[in-house]
């Protein structure tokens, strides 16, 4: 069974749907390590569940230091695949290198439309018609790796940020677990920056 690290910012509501998904027999992994870069309540969540968790403050260490103290948490954990669910930090190449073709980000947008932070937002204040949700590998470039899977949603006039998040957020929590549940099954095979997904 594939062991995942989940690395998180906030709430933790992606991972909570990851370890919904792994609880329920739909995706063959376990949650080997949730890792913070910051004091959050998705890590006092994975405390509470027993599972294995990694903090370090990023802003008082620096992100080099942070990752060579990730990276060590992460061969002490066995981990296979890492996730990235509401993270806010840039790794940097050397990390990203690392772990080719098993990281993964969820973002909230239409990549390559929106990337970077409030993805959400950004599309509202543009005057989008139209968003939705991608999970993609990462790569070195910003919300840039090759798209996994991707679903639309229209922006309803006169609907608040709060009401298209909660609409965005519904579409995260089935489309991460389902792009990792491919993954980890080795379905997903990547030729240049195409993700072809294999019958299964």
Known sequence: MKRLAVLVSGRGTNLMALDRAMRDGSMP?????????????????????GITTFFADARRLGMPAWEQELLAALEDAAVDAV??????????????????????????SLLPAFPGLDGIGQAMRYGAKVT???VHFVDQGLDAGPIILQEALPVLGGETRA????RVHA????????ALRLLVLGRLEL??????????
């Open 29 to 49: 992994a376990s949650l080997a390590l949730v890792g913070a870069d910051r004091e959050a309540p998705a890590l006092r969540w994975a405390e509470a569940q």
């Open 191 to 200: 030729e240049g920056r195409i993700v072809h997904i294999a019958e299964g």
């Open 132 to 134: 939705g949700v991608t």
């Open 163 to 166: 009401e298209l998040e909660t």
């Open 83 to 108: 996730v990235l669910a509401g993270f806010l930090r840039i790794l940097s190449p050397s990390f990203v290198e690392r772990f080719a073709g098993r990281i993964v980000n969820v973002h909230p």
């Open 171 to 178: 579409i995260e929590h089935r489309l991460l677990p389902e």
